[in-house]
């Protein structure tokens, strides 16, 4: 059964560094999105993507974030400089288009330091 | 304003026991979907519910949307049942648009 991919599982960065967080959505999906849980909390949703462009955002995904699609199977979250507070984990999810139930990969850890 | 509510927030059960888990949601959120957020932290679809009944294994759920509320059935809980359940809906007002989650319920269950 096809599922979302997401790579890696974990990742520890220093505060300030740049990371990019990977995504490979289902192949016939045309609709991406951003999401995160901080520890204890609930899933917040950060951005979506369609059509190679940014959809809709929430008052988290600011300059500091960035959502790409590189070729024809990767979506990506890049975070410029890492704060403390962005530690979390991050779910990537897609939807098919003529149905609405999103799929979710199994998570990135972030943890920066 | 959209609003998805989760109870209990904390359930603890022996093995075998039965569970029903609720979620109320406002007038605005539709395309109900429930999930199963395991001690490594992924999150697992368990069911995509905007109205009516579905059932898989131990596992059923019900949404009657006219009432806004979803129910999640666990028959014979077994302790790999444990873990945080989330609902999660749409903005009726928004086509492919984002999930609002609930605070999910934490469940044990002890052998």
């Known amino acids: 059964e096809p599922e979302v991919t997401q790579t890696p599982s974990h990742q520890v960065t220093q505060m300030g560094q740049e990371v990019i967080l990977r995504c490979v959505p289902i192949?016939?999906?045309?609709?991406f999105y951003w999401y995160r849980q901080i520890l204890g909390q609930k899933v917040e949703f950060l951005v979506s993507f369609y059509n190679n462009e940014i959809s809709e955002k929430s008052e988290i995904f600011d300059d500091q974030f960035s959502v790409e699609r590189p070729d024809g199977s990767n979506f990506t979250l890049k975070i410029r400089s890492t704060k403390l507070e962005d530690s979390a984990m991050y779910f990537c999810?897609?939807?098919?288009?003529?149905?609405?139930?999103?799929?979710f990969g199994p998570g990135t850890r972030l943890t920066v330091l | 304003g959209i609003q998805v509510e989760q109870s209990p927030p904390d359930l603890i059960l022996q093995e075998g026991a039965n569970s029903t888990l609720r979620c109320n949601f406002s007038?605005?959120?539709?395309?109900l979907q429930w999930f199963h957020q395991n001690p490594w932290g992924q999150l697992i679809n368990l069911f995509y519910?905007?109205?009516g009944t579905k059932q898989n294994g131990r596992l059923s759920a019900t949404t009657v949307a006219t009432e806004r509320y979803s129910l999640l059935y666990i028959s014979s809980s077994q302790t790999t049942d444990s873990g945080v359940y989330f609902c999660a809906g749409g903005d009726r007002g928004s086509t492919l648009g984002r999930l609002y989650f609930g605070r999910g319920t934490q469940l044990t269950v002890w052998p």
């Open positions: 519910i905007p109205s």
């Open positions: 192949s016939n999906h045309l609709y």
């Open positions: 007038d605005s959120v539709n395309n």
């Open positions: 999810a897609s939807i098919e288009g003529g149905h609405n139930e999103q799929f």
